[in-house]
């Protein structure tokens, strides 16, 4: 959330956060970087919460980084939400599989793929796909 919004495109960055904890150290970095354009919102990334925030902030980009069993209900409400572009990044190559499956479905077209090795001494990857809406 904080290098979007050093960007400083738009309105403003959003983070929204199912853990107490990282949301504190999230704004504790964007007053240590003097980044005033991110807000956090501690909540569950699921379903209806999702919904709820996506139509309040109506984002162009969101970035979806879920845990390892994937983010199906929150990628449900993206594609109800209809942002134009999805950043999708996962540390489970079949959930990414699901849940970007269901964004093609729904006017989704990747324009870019890859796999990140951020921790090259076990086996495992996160798959980044970057999706635009084209309904």
Known sequence: TIPLAKLGE????TG??????????????????????AR????????????????????????????RGGGLDAVKSLAAAGPRRIIYV??????????VSFLLKHGYKPFSAGVVDMFPQTYHIEGVVGLDLVK
């Not at 738009?10 to 960055?13: C, E, K, L, S, V």
């Not at 956090?40 to 699921?46: D, G, I, L, N, R």
């Not at 162009?60 to 879920?66: E, G, I, N, R, S």
């Open 16 to 37: 929204v956060e199912g853990s107490r904890e990282a949301v504190r150290f999230a704004r504790e970095n964007a007053a240590v970087g003097g980044v005033d354009s």
């Open 40 to 67: 956090f919102v501690c909540q569950p990334v699921e379903g209806a919460v999702l919904g709820k925030i996506l139509e309040r902030e109506s984002p162009a980009v969101v970035v979806l980084d879920p845990p």
């Open 90 to 99: 996962s540390c489970s190559p079949p959930t990414l599989a699901r849940d």
């Open 10 to 13: 738009g309105g403003g960055t």
